[in-house]
């Protein structure tokens, strides 16, 4: 069995206790019968794991010898401070849940993500060593489908769909493609090297999504929302530039830094009237124009 999901139980379940016991870990092991086969966990096997994790995580599960021996992790601000570590450990850590609770399969909706696992684990592979992929990729919006290689430079996950960012080495540029519009994906010989600037979160910092337009560039938007809705964005920014400006009680505007793109616009649009671009007035334009078609598609009913 693979050992991440017992890596990152056992991460996951002391990070909920704070500080935990060797024997209260063991009787929590025992009861999660999918993972242990109702089976304690001995501590040579509990020292082996924490070692593992601090290989391949960095977490430093120490402990507390005054009191009884409590397990704790020492270093919680590295699993806060990386989004991508935090993601998968809490990836893992729901997927350990639902693995304790098959039973209720029928009661637990998950949204489906079409391409996570068809060609993602290859484009990944190329990755680790540099090397060029080549693809058959069918745009949505054409009949037929093509071959060409890439350089694979990172991946995005965005909206239950995965996408890679990459060389295109015929075009000689810098492309975005969906894996769900992947057919196949083999792993060529030939090597390549990642740009020594490329920073793949500096590329995405001022993009809502995986829209980017050359002609958009980031600006500083204000946006408003309305008393219903400003929790939603309490809790869930938008971006991460997403800032308070002042909270008035009926609605709050909020100050964003990004490029005011096609999938920001359709991400604001959601929002119905619960959300207004204050500012600047060309975004305000363009949602004028949004909202004055969809009228029209309405008005005669």
Known sequence: MNQLPKYTWLIETIRRAGKITHKELSDKWESNKELSDSNPLPRATFNRWRDAIFEQFGIIIDCQKTGGYMYFIANP???DEDKL???????????NVIGENLALKDRILV?????GRDHLTTIMEAMKENR?????????TKSQSYTFPIEPYCVKLFENRWYVLAHNTHYDDIRLYGLDRVESAQVTSETFKLPKSFRASEYFSTAYGIVLENREKPEKIVIRANEDHKHYL???????????IEDCGEYADYELFLAPTYDFVMKLLQAGAMVEVIEPSHLRKTMKGWISDMYE?????
Do not use: C
């Not at 309490?234 to 308070?244: C, D, F, G, T, W």
């Open 77 to 79: 601000e590295d699993i």
């Open 85 to 95: 570590k935090k993601w998968m450990l809490d990836s893992f850590a729901v997927g």
């Open 111 to 115: 949204d489906e993500i079409p391409s």
């Open 132 to 140: 060029v992929v080549n693809i058959t990729y069918r745009p949505f």
């Open 234 to 244: 309490n809790s869930l920014p938008i971006h991460h530039s997403q800032k308070l």
């Open 297 to 301: 598609l309405y008005k005669m009913e």
